[in-house]
């Protein structure tokens, strides 16, 4: 008896210890969150953080009960919820993405992530089954200094230049800060990807050259390599991507790589590529993570250090952080990994877009994940996969990571293309959009910043989607819609309640006139305001306050999108609507035979309602389309997506409200 009595104390006593290590855990941890269909930080689901059970059991004897501890009866509240809570998120275990605040760089645990990989290695070495890169003299990647020297003797000086680091005089003067910007955009290929290319091929082997090399890639990559081989008088093929523009493919021809079209997406390619090198005895160049690559990429944070220390000579001024562009995490990996050894004093952050947070995901959970889906918007970065090598790098090296909207992102070309007069494709300026971000939220003024504007491999027809959402991402244009009476003398007044004192200036104004039961005139329009001051507000408040319903779309993307291009066509029918309608989005790709195959599934069980699609120069573009689907087909319809592969979503409720009022 007395010895099972002794038996609980000590169960009890290991309870309470398990107990309180979660909860240190949970102090010391944010919150996580899965994305929602809108994409939108403010639309987030939170979900309470997920503590692993092997965590906190291995935390358990370092985080022994003191004083504070919680009491029995809390202890075991909290563990049923524990216990609770383990069983609600085993499902929520698909990707989760960090909840930031907008400029907030993620947190992860370094530690926890070096003690994993500093394991794996030591049961891989004991099992005799080390990684095949150490048997191919790969092994100086885990020496302490290891990157530090492949990096100073990294040979890409023979196809890239030393990039200039322009100071962005109107950023400096909008963020009250120095911005530097590292023209990565103004390299031969337009793109940094021709250091970590050629520095690859350079390490290869006579032998290994004579025999050729493959890569796949839907645009910089591919140009890095072909110019490479070029140089090193070796034959390269390159894989791309049915759905590649004939731009990118022409620009690797005419630098006299051999192009092969394979596959409907960058995953098909890919396996193609790795499939013939094997076949072939041809070798792989990966885009990102291969260390030479890395070491390749890390010159660029050379080149930083010794134009900061020439431009900075004898002034009060340094270098306080820098701003990467994350993909698949070579370049971030390359340059974190040279500058934390060098000037650890300096912060270093990634940044990703918040639809294609890989490397942001894989350091939340503590290990890589692929992503089921990724915004293709910044193609250069739209990696599912983060790196072997580069996270193991970034989690090393890196100070955390920045995530940054579509519209973000359109405003930093914006903002670089007005001090430049360079337009940088989405993926160059991921960096400029992360450094504006993380500047507003902590207030940072009077220090010197870099952002590193990684391309300029921009399709032309993607301008026009660019131009449209630019200024609704820097906050200085509101897209709003009004409904007032339709009355002789409403729209003046309207007209003179808008503008009031502030003299506002519009910029897109759309109306029609409307005469049905409601006797309102409905109309959609834009204007410029300061996105610093109150003036959406005080604008929203003067049109209430005068009977005027006025609804703001600004944070609505399918209203940017194709709302104000609907303005004016209403359906009409005996019902006064449509029975049965739904109005969705479909995500669709652009290529060849699409419209058609879409077609083919629906008809002619379903009847099109409403189409409405513009080329955007995307891999894919959003379609929005109204189609009649009765209840009890709403089933099979999925099904029918499903097959041809397409996502398509019923658009949220709030942007049906204000579809409604021109569409019906």
């Known amino acids: 008896m007395a010895a099972a009595t002794m038996n609980q104390k000590l169960s009890l006593r290991g309870a309470r210890r398990e107990t309180h290590a979660r909860l240190v855990l949970r102090k010391q941890a944010r919150t996580f969150c899965i994305r929602s269909r809108s994409r939108s930080r403010e639309d987030l689901v939170w979900s309470r953080v997920v503590v692993p059970k092997w965590r906190v059991k291995a935390l358990a004897e370092e985080h022994k009960p003191s004083e504070d501890s919680p009491d029995e009866e809390e202890t075991g509240a909290i563990v049923r919820d524990s216990e609770n809570e383990e069983a609600a998120t085993q499902h929520q275990q698909k990707l989760l993405v960090h909840s930031l605040k907008r400029g907030e760089p993620c947190t992860f ?319 160059g300026a991921v960096s400029v959009a992360g450094m504006k971000a993380y500047c507003k939220l902590n207030k940072i003024e009077g220090k010197v910043l870099v952002g590193v504007t990684s391309g300029a491999n921009m399709n032309f027809d993607r301008l026009r989607l660019v131009s449209d959402i630019a200024n609704f991402g820097a906050k200085t244009e509101v897209m709003l819609a009004t409904s007032i009476p339709e009355e002789p003398g409403s729209f003046r007044r309207f007209v003179d309640v808008l503008v009031g004192d502030d003299q506002i200036s519009l910029t897109e104004f759309k109306y029609r006139y409307a005469f049905d039961e409601s006797r309102k005139a409905h109309i959609l329009f834009s204007v410029e305001v300061d996105a610093e001051s109150e003036q959406k507000q005080s604008l929203l408040d003067r049109l209430n306050e005068a009977g005027m319903d006025t609804m703001d779309l600004s944070h609505l993307e399918s209203a940017q999108l194709h709302l104000r291009h609907l303005v004016g066509g209403r359906a009409r029918s005996f019902t006064g609507g449509i029975p049965d309608e739904r109005i969705l989005q479909v995500v669709f790709p652009e290529r060849p035979g699409a419209l058609k195959k879409f077609l083919a599934e629906l008809s002619p069980q379903w009847n099109v309602t409403l189409f409405h699609y513009r080329q955007t120069g995307n891999l894919e573009t959003n379609l929005l389309i109204g189609i009649q689907i009765p209840s009890t087909e709403y089933k099979s319809f999925n099904e029918a997506m499903d097959r041809l592969g397409y996502r398509a979503e019923e658009i949220e409720e709030a942007a049906f409200e204000a579809f409604s009022m021109f569409i019906y």
């Open 109 to 427: 645990d370094r530690n926890l992530i070096i003690a994993k990989e500093h394991e794996r290695r030591l049961v891989s070495k004991s099992r005799g089954s080390e990684n095949q890169q150490e048997e191919d003299g790969l092994e100086w990647r885990h020496e302490v200094s290891g990157y530090l020297k492949q990096t100073l003797v990294a040979r890409v000086y023979d196809v890239a230049q030393e990039s200039d680091l322009d100071k962005a005089e109107g950023l400096s003067s909008k963020l009250k800060n120095t911005i530097l910007l590292k023209r990565e955009d103004k390299q031969q290929v337009f793109s940094f990807k021709l250091r970590g290319a050629f520095n690859k091929m350079a390490n290869l082997s006579s032998e290994e050259l004579s025999k050729g090399v493959i890569c796949s890639s839907a645009g910089n990559h591919a140009q890095g390599v072909a110019l490479s081989a070029s140089r090193l008088g070796c034959k390269a093929t390159i894989c791309m991507p049915l759905i590649t523009p004939d731009i990118k493919v022409e620009a690797v021809k005419r630098l006299g790589g051999t192009v092969k079209l394979v596959g409907e997406n960058y995953d098909e390619c890919q396996a193609y590529a790795i499939e013939t090198a094997k076949e072939e005895g041809l070798s792989y160049i990966h885009p990102f993570d291969d260390p030479y690559v890395i070491a390749g990429q890390g010159t660029i944070g050379v080149e930083i250090l010794r134009q900061c220390s020439i431009d900075f000579v004898n002034k009060d001024s340094n270098l306080d952080a820098i701003f990467v562009p994350v993909g698949g995490g070579g370049l971030l990996a390359g340059i974190s990994s040279y500058i934390k050894q060098v000037r650890p004093d300096i912060k270093v952050f990634g940044v990703e877009p918040l639809g294609a947070a890989c490397m942001t995901e894989a350091l939340m959970r503590g290990g890589i994940c692929t992503l089921d889906t990724v915004d293709a918007f910044a193609d250069g970065v739209a990696v599912k996969t983060a790196g072997t090598e580069t996270f193991r790098l970034i989690s090393k090296f890196c100070d955390g990571i920045i995530t940054v909207t579509t519209e973000e992102i359109c405003a930093a070309i914006k903002d670089v293309f007005k001090d430049t007069r360079s337009i940088l494709e989405p993926a």
